[in-house]
């Protein structure tokens, strides 16, 4: 256990912000954990435990303790001719995680390459990517229950996932700290190739041509890459902000007013409309306020040029959604994590 007084967060938060936590602890085990939670220090301030850092936006300095999981044990519980079952200790780098199973022949995470953070956020955000979320491969979720210090673990349904979204940042909120997950992963060949890049991918192959967890991956990162600034260049959260799924009258009206508008059917009902095409439609690629613009090659992305204050960043963020809501009549939310 490592614990420093007035520590910068600017360097461990991809969005490079500058601003500062009271304290800062790392932790490697759940018994180190335990002992934090029953120390006088903790008691007398409030808490955040953070992954890597890269869904977090701080609104200023954070006046409490910031934890951060060293957890990083990979286990194999069960494994059948059909499918093995993974527990990942919560401070195990997602991509690592990501391409041990691609090393193991473990499908299901593929299409989640490339996507920044850690296991233990990965159960509380729902991270998604390519038609694929992490909640279709998660069978548990273990956690540390932060007033009483008891270990709870929650089952795939009890954590209730949405759309980036859990009871963990909902009803949960800041209640409970992931310590590790438990992942089902298939040992038969199971692929999602419905979304942009990936598709094309499929429509190039002959019948004889077998598809390949390691070109899919490629494709993904290649794409990404494309799209998003890498973090230690510019600063950024990645996508800010979700992309709206909205009625289908809403989007009927829409759609005849811009036709070029991409969508995605979720349901009879329901349509997803991407978030970073309605902000560059409107008007806002590379707008800026302060040190925070909208990043050009992907407009739902709020970057740093590197001089840019939470004000900065905050101000923007509600400019974006006032804009995007006078125009469209859609009103977005932040994917990111705002910490007031």
Known sequence: ????????????TTMHLPVKCKYFIEYESVFELKEIINSELYVQNKSLQIGGGSNLVFAGDYDGIILHSK??????????????????????????????????????????????????????????????????????VHCLDKKTGNETTFTNAQCQYGYRDSIFKNEYKDKYIVTSVEYKLSKQPKFTLTYGPLKHYKESLSSDDEMSMSAIRNIIIKTRDSKLPNPMEIGSVGSFFKNPIVSRDLFDILYRQYPSMPFYQVTDALVKIPAGWLIENAGLKGFKIGGAYVYEKQCLVIANNGHASSNDVMALCKYIIDTVK???????????????
Not at 1 to 12: K, R, V
Not at 326 to 340: C, D, F, H, T, W
């Open 71 to 140: 957890i990083k044990f990979l286990n194999i519980l069960k494994e059948t001719p059909d499918y093995v079952i993974i527990e990942a200790g919560a401070g195990i780098v997602w991509d690592d995680f990501v391409k041990f199973c691609i090393s193991k022949n473990f499908y299901g995470t593929e299409n989640l390459s490339s996507i920044p953070g850690e296991v233990g956020a990965s159960a509380v955000q729902n991270i998604g990517s390519y038609g694929v979320e992490v909640c279709e491969i998660i069978l548990q």
């Open 326 to 340: 006078e125009k469209y009549g859609i009103l977005l939310s932040p994917e990111a994590n705002i910490i007031l």
């Open 1 to 12: 256990m490592n614990c420093i007084e007035n520590y910068p967060l600017t360097d461990i």
